[in-house]
């Protein structure tokens, strides 16, 4: 990453998260520090598991698609260091439209656009096949 990519703090998200401070309204920008916050501190924390980009009740339940994608590109921000990244929506079969993070040479490929669209694809297959498998066992489905 190029010099003029960091941020004056050091890390891209926070030059990220300073611009979308700029550019998104006060609570817009409050309910998407309240739903990366915990993401973030995981990442600088190097917890692994499990965590939810996603805010409790109807407060989550009316979140914009715009505030959503912003998170979902704050949260790739931390991850990659990269501020290129991209949401594109590619369909699928199986599961219909889906929104995926991705850097901007694979937003503009095609091909490998498809590539992600079979492996999505085929993950909810498999998906399917083993909740089936679950589902005839007894076991819980919802995990």
């Not at 010099?3 to 998260?17: A, F």
């Not at 260091?81 to 901007?104: C, F, H, K, M």
């Amino acid at each position: 990453m190029s010099e003029s990519e960091q941020s004056p703090k050091g890390r891209p998200v926070d030059l990220y998260l300073d611009l979308l401070r700029l550019r998104m309204t006060p609570a817009d920008y409050a309910l998407l520090l309240r739903m990366v916050d915990p993401v973030l501190k995981a990442i600088e924390e190097e917890r692994a598991g499990p965590i939810e980009l996603s805010l409790d009740g109807a407060e989550g339940e009316s979140v914009s698609q715009e505030v959503r994608d912003e998170a979902s590109l704050v949260v790739a921000v931390a991850v990659t260091g990269r501020l290129d990244n991209q949401i594109v929506e590619i369909e699928t079969e199986e599961a219909g439209p889906v929104r995926v993070v991705t850097d901007s040479d694979t937003a503009a490929d095609p091909a490998r656009c498809q590539e992600i669209a079979d492996f999505i694809g085929e993950r909810h297959r498999t998906d399917e096949e083993l909740r089936g498998i679950a589902e005839v066992s007894g076991l819980p489905t919802d995990v």
